[in-house]
């Protein structure tokens, strides 16, 4: 058992206004017990480690400095707040992190006056935080805005769009990007902050002010070539001038671990700011915990540990998980097919692709977080006769829609999809849920929809898809292992809008779509023990849709029930258009679609979250007998 960390002086602080009394020399004390602490925290819970960890001397640093809450900070991605949420009102439900009804992973609006915006999909921040600002410009406000981007959220171009939008604006708007992978340009010491100290002075930004003036009274284009020369000299010096050219007052880079650093930059940012301001901080993930440092990739999200050792809780060995049996079906593939290339939008390890990597590195993409490069750059290998499988979660997915629609599924190019976390993710919560890619995908004209059962199946339609060419394709699978099924060497190639029985019987029919056919089977077997021979059927596709099994069934059963973890408009409802249209209704057919509520879900267990949506096998069960009036019945199952 891990003795609770000693925290006398973070014992003190359970709001800002509390830090902001503290002398400014206790402060490097309350970073080592704010540090303290979330290690303890996150080892009982699991969670984002590394990324809190490399911002704790910053999150201390800016609730010192500026009054939030009425100063608005906006942290990107919201999973290195959890410091931040330990230092604004919740520390006493820090141990509830990720858990059912407790605090979220990522900042949340509902959650805390804190939290002005939620973020759990990176590279946001800039543009809310630029809505922010204006907002206030427009209400007469003074406060101050901060946008908190890193991680690798730059490598995205949603940032930059912003980016150049506050430059066109020329909005007061402090942009700090937490720099903890590969520095632009790395610090030098007291010198770089001593430079950074300043440029972000009242004398400097003064000069610079009048400069402006002066020049501008000697036309517009001399004006600008002054400007652009004194810049340029000065990001030459301190590495902004990318900067710089986007409009935004470039400071740093700086060392986001010293606190006689950081906190003079932010207080003369505060006071004297005019324009769009970006200040570089350099930060190490996982700073301060040793397990973390030597690793920060396995310490970014980790399960429950120990603090002494870092070792973390293991699942129990069971079935492997659908992520590892797609990513070693797709390896087995490119073995037979040097045509086949991976694309990952800054998730290799997530999605698979790290293992498909290791065996092909030339034919392996990162792109970064930039989803909508992603689609397009393989619907552009897709022209020249690859067959590009591009990996992304299924809500990180659909930021790339248009590029979907427009640049893969109206030229027809055949891209592949596997869509990893699809239905509920658990601790990750609403942000992270994979209710919609069936209902976005299937909306488009040619689009072949899939969605493994098992881990058997999976590796079936990573066989499909890499041999299909007549046009895009997608599978989803979920997060979590496998059901334990026997696995096949090799995949077959699935019949293209072809579905299967699983289980023959004549009064219900149970039309799963998805990793719910487990479930459906149980179900099954209890109705069957009630007297209701059961249909068990496995759709595997969306669309096409296996148009003879639905008639089949339809004609030959009294109720038939859609089973699908995903949302309304998706599965079931391709399944009813099609009933509706072919007249398959009029002679009493009792259907009944289960889908994911018409909700956003919070995070829980998901086992639990299935239960609590009628998805697992006594839901099925109930909405059997609902279907059929027998309403005791399904009051019992």
């Not at 407790?102 to 921040?125: I, M, N, Q, V, W």
Request: proline residues 5%; hydrophobic residues 45%.
């Amino acid at each position: 058992m891990n003795a609770k960390p000693e925290t006398p002086l973070l014992d003190k602080v359970r709001l800002p206004a509390e830090l902001r009394a503290l002398d400014e020399a206790q402060l490097p004390q309350l970073a080592s017990e704010l540090r303290a602490e979330l290690v303890d925290a996150v080892s009982q819970t699991g969670g984002h480690l590394g990324a809190g960890l490399g911002v704790v001397e910053l999150t201390v640093a800016l609730h010192y400095v500026f009054d939030t809450p009425d100063d608005r900070i906006i942290w990107d991605v919201g999973h290195q707040a959890y410091p931040h949420k330990i230092l604004t009102g919740r520390r006493d439900r820090i141990r509830t992190l990720r858990q059912e009804n407790g605090l979220s992973g990522f900042t949340k609006r509902a959650e805390s006056e804190y939290d002005p915006f939620g973020a759990a999909h990176s590279s946001t921040s800039i543009s809310a935080g630029l809505g922010m600002a204006v907002a206030r410009d427009l209400n007469g406000g003074r406060n101050n805005v901060i946008a908190v981007i890193g991680d690798g959220a730059m490598s995205a171009g949603m940032a930059y769009e912003a980016m150049n939008n506050a430059g066109a604006l020329d909005a007061r708007l402090i942009v700090i990007l937490n720099d903890n992978d590969m520095s632009i340009a790395p610090p030098a010491g007291a010198m770089s902050a001593y430079l950074a100290r300043l440029a972000s002075g009242r004398t400097y930004a003064g000069v610079r002010e009048l400069g402006k003036k002066l020049t501008s009274y000697l036309g517009r284009r001399v004006d600008r070539a002054i400007t652009r020369a004194v810049e340029h000299a000065r990001g030459f010096v301190t590495g902004g001038t990318l900067f710089e050219e986007m409009g935004f007052f470039h400071i740093g880079p700086i060392d986001g671990h010293n606190l006689e650093h950081l906190i003079p930059v932010l207080k003369n940012v505060r006071d004297n700011g005019t324009g769009p301001v970006l200040i570089h901080v350099v930060t190490q993930k996982g700073k301060g915990y040793a397990p973390a440092e030597a690793a920060a990739d396995k310490y970014h999200g980790v399960n429950k540990f120990d603090v002494i050792t870092g070792a973390q809780a293991k699942a129990p060995a069971n079935a492997p998980s659908y992520t590892k049996v797609f990513a070693e079906s797709l390896v087995q593939e490119a073995r037979e097919d040097d045509r086949i290339v991976a694309v990952t939008a800054a998730m290799p390890s997530g999605t698979g692709l790290d293992l498909f990597g290791e065996a092909f590195p030339s034919r392996t993409f990162d792109v970064g977080i930039a989803e909508q490069h992603a689609v397009t750059f393989a619907a552009g290998l897709a022209t020249e006769g690859m067959r590009p499988f591009v990996a992304i979660y299924s809500t990180f997915l659909q930021r790339a829609y248009d590029q979907v629609v427009h640049d893969v599924a109206i030229q027809k190019l055949p891209v592949r999809f596997p869509i990893d976390r699809a239905g509920f993710v658990g601790a990750d919560g609403p942000t992270h849920c994979g209710a919609f890619d069936t209902a976005y995908l299937a909306s488009l004209p040619d689009f072949v929809v899939m969605a493994a059962a098992d881990e058997a199946e999976l590796r079936h339609m990573v066989r499909t898809a890499a041999e299909f060419d007549e046009g895009p394709i997608s599978f989803r699978y979920p997060r979590g292992n496998g059901v334990g099924v026997d696995m096949p060497e090799r995949g077959q190639v699935l019949e293209i809008g072809k579905g299967r029985i699983v289980r023959e019987g004549t009064k219900v029919a149970l039309l799963s779509f998805g990793t719910r056919l487990k479930d459906c089977l149980l179900a099954a077997e209890e109705l069957g023990a009630a007297g209701l021979s059961t249909t068990v059927a496995d759709a595997r596709f969306a669309k096409p849709l296996d148009e003879d099994l639905i008639r089949r069934l339809a004609r030959s059963h009294e109720v038939l029930v859609m089973v699908e973890e995903g949302s309304v408009g998706g599965f079931s409802s391709q399944v009813l258009d099609f009933l509706a249209r072919n007249g398959l209704l009029d002679n009493g057919l009792k259907v009944r679609p289960l889908t994911l509520p018409d909700s956003f879900v919070d995070h829980a267990n998901p086992d639990k979250m299935y239960v609590d949506a009628g998805l697992d096998s006594a839901g099925i069960v109930r909405a059997v007998f609902a279907a059929l009036g027998k309403s005791a019945q399904a009051a019992r199952a």
